[in-house]
């Protein structure tokens, strides 16, 4: 009897890694180019939460029957099966214990509001990308002074060919994957990739010198999506906190 019960706990703790392994490659997928980032990150918020419920529920069903049975090996799989369960449904019940601040709907963020620095080489023609880089004027500028207010350029006493050289180091730092450089008018494009989903956004830096000093400006852009969960604004407060240490 014990063997067939802790068969039993084998079975939901191979169920576990399954879903474990599904989740993971909703999430990663597009980086394995199964499909694109918007196609992971609609499965996972189909299916990820139901994936979660189920596990625990036949993790709390196996350690009902395990405990019945009295049989140590299936509980501590049981256990197993309904905390991995648990630890998938984390990130909806930390929102409902503490719900995120609501962001606006942008999805470009930038240093400079007025003259936003413009893409030269990246376009509307790049690959996936459903928004324009054509910035979105005073009201995108609004939206984002009430919730970013802290993002300003960047005021260096570095001359601007030394600013330069630094931004691009920077831009090694983070991962990004550099389009074009042109050393002459301190300026790069470069295309940025979040670490799940692998969704893209298109930035661009501009160095402007100032006498013997310089202004760094950064700007943003996702290619998909209204809104942009903050993202952008993570990436330039990245850049700028990386840029002034």
Not at 7 to 23: D, E, S
Not at 91 to 117: A, F, M
Not at 161 to 185: K, P, S
């Amino acid at each position: 009897m014990k063997e067939q019960t802790s068969r039993f706990g084998t079975v939901l703790l191979v169920v576990a890694v399954i879903a474990v392994m599904a989740v993971a490659t909703m999430m990663f997928g597009a980086k394995l180019g199964l499909w694109q980032p918007i196609v992971g990150f609609g499965l996972v918020r189909t299916y990820m939460n139901p994936i979660a419920y189920g596990l625990l529920g036949l993790g709390i069903l196996g350690l009902v029957q395990q405990k019945i049975m009295g049989n140590r090996c299936g509980l501590v799989k049981s256990s197993l099966t309904a905390l991995i369960g648990l630890i998938m449904l984390t990130p909806t019940l930390y929102g409902k214990i503490n719900p995120p601040v609501r962001l606006p709907p942008i999805h470009d963020i930038s240093t400079n509001t007025v003259t936003p620095p413009e893409f030269i080489v990246l376009d509307d023609n790049r690959v996936g990308a459903r928004n324009t880089l054509v910035y979105g004027g005073a009201d995108v500028a609004a939206l984002q002074q009430k919730a970013y207010s802290d993002i300003a350029p960047i005021e260096s006493g570095l001359s601007a060919a030394e600013a330069f050289n630094e931004a691009l180091r920077i831009a090694d730092v983070m991962g990004w994957e550099l389009v074009a450089q042109d050393a002459e008018n301190l300026r790069y494009e470069a295309i940025a990739r979040t670490s799940v989903y692998g969704f893209v956004d298109d930035v661009v830096v501009v160095v402007t010198p100032v006498g013997d000093v310089s202004r760094i400006d950064i700007r943003s852009v996702s290619r998909i999506g209204r809104g942009d969960r903050g993202v952008n604004a993570a990436r330039v407060r990245t850049f700028i906190k990386t840029f002034e240490e």
